[in-house]
T-cell receptor
Framework: GNSVTQMEGPVTLSEEAFLTINCTYT??????LFWYVQYPGEGLQLLLK?????DKGSNKGFEATYRKETTSFHLEKGSVQVSDSAVYFC????????????FGTGTSLTVIP | SQTIHQWPATLVQPVGSPLSLECTVE??????LYWYRQAAGRGLQLLFY??????ISSEVPQNLSASRPQDRQFILSSKKLLLSDSGFYLC?????????????FGNGTRLTVT
């Protein structure tokens, strides 16, 4: 079956620190992979995506590379800001299962000045 | 461009009262539509999804129901709310028939059942 596993939080970093949030997946087909961000009291926003192996998604300084050999899609940012404090969700969609999306449990990030 | 509207933003309802949450999508046709629930500090739970008018798939048996009376309208309902129905409800859409299309979420409804 399909599933997404992401690192447990919460994560607390100082401003300008390097961020990595690990995400691994299990899929029966060739999934598309996504990272979403949720700010307090809001819905989820698409942060970046990758649709095939070795694709790199990037947005707002965040990056993630679709690694088929390690079934991973780790989120990275070189220098975090206080405004990056949010909950981050890794997700996949598998065309073999129709229109189903599978989400990780979310990782809470707090960046302190 | 496409937009998704979800309302109300917050709702406080007594136990046993009915519920109706509405979601509409603009700027696209024949979207796939989804209702998710997020309990406090928890991940997302898929409740219902729909690939077309009148077509509803339920993922979790409970006292909630969904309907899609129009192509871009998705409604979440309950006849009698339970305390356990409290949570953050999110509507979302994706392009129908496009395998790698991402989900786009509304701003959510914070429901408190008292």
């Amino acid at each position: 079956g399909n599933s997404v596993t992401q690192m447990e939080g919460p994560v607390t970093l100082s401003e300008e620190a390097f961020l990595t949030i690990n995400c691994t997946y299990t899929a029966t087909g060739y999934p598309s992979l996504f990272w979403y961000v949720q700010y307090p009291g809001e819905g989820l926003q698409l942060l970046l995506k990758a649709t095939k192996a070795d694709d790199k998604g990037s947005n707002k300084g965040f990056e993630a590379t679709y690694r088929k050999e390690t079934t991973s899609f780790h989120l990275e940012k070189g220098s975090v800001q206080v405004s990056d404090s949010a909950v981050y969700f890794c997700a996949l969609s598998d065309p073999n299962t129709g229109n189903q999306f599978y989400f990780g449990t979310g990782t809470s990030l707090t960046v302190i000045p | 461009s496409q937009t998704i509207h979800q309302w109300p933003a917050t709702l406080v309802q007594p136990v046993g009262s009915p519920l109706s949450l509405e979601c509409t999508v603009e700027g696209t046709s024949n979207p796939n539509l989804y209702w998710y629930r997020q309990a406090a500090g928890r991940g997302l739970q898929l409740l219902f999804y729909s690939v077309g008018i009148g077509q509803i798939s339920s993922e979790v048996p409970q006292n909630l129901s969904a309907s899609r009376p129009q192509d871009r309208q998705f409604i979440l309902s309950s006849k009698k709310l339970l305390l356990s129905d409290s949570g953050f409800y999110l509507c979302a859409w994706t392009r129908g028939g496009v395998g790698n299309s991402p989900l786009h979420f509304g701003n959510g409804t914070r429901l408190t059942v008292t």
